[in-house]
Nanobody, 126 residues
Framework: QVQLVESGGGLVQAGGSLRLSCVAS????????MGWFRQAPGKEYEFGAA????????YYADSVKGRFTISRDNAKNTVYLQMNNLKPEDTAVYYC???????????????????WGQGTQVTVSS
């Protein structure tokens, strides 16, 4: 069973930065596409970013494009989300997810992901 564990969340002022990490275990991480989603209080899950199994393709939501960068290190079974110029509206619980079948057009669709982490809270103060 694949397990995903996120870390790196916290409280930051607007304009600040955070880097989230997600470590995978129990599966072949290097074969999975990986994504980051978030859920703000009272709102639906929102896609943030995704990356292909080898890091060759990335996909960003318009809301984070130019501010967030997704990357991965397959040797460490880890995917990262570097978040810069954070805004109060970025406040949410952030989840990483793994997709067994790496289809680029499926990246924004949470139902296409097979495994999920428990989430890490990001709070951006104004």
């Amino acid at each position: 069973q694949v397990q995903l564990v996120e870390s790196g969340g916290g409280l930051v002022q607007a304009g600040g930065s955070l880097r989230l990490s997600c470590v995978a275990s129990g599966g072949t991480f290097s074969r999975f596409a990986m994504g980051w989603f978030r859920q703000a209080p009272g709102k639906e899950y929102e896609f943030g970013a995704a990356i292909s199994w080898n890091g060759g393709n990335t996909y960003y939501a318009d809301s984070v494009k130019g501010r967030f960068t997704i990357s991965r290190d397959n040797a460490k079974n880890t995917v990262y989300l570097q978040m810069n110029n954070l805004k109060p509206e970025d406040t949410a619980v952030y989840y990483c997810a793994a997709m067994k079948n790496d289809y680029y057009n499926d990246y924004p669709h949470l139902e296409e992901y097979d495994y999920w982490g428990q989430g890490t809270q990001v709070t951006v103060s104004s």
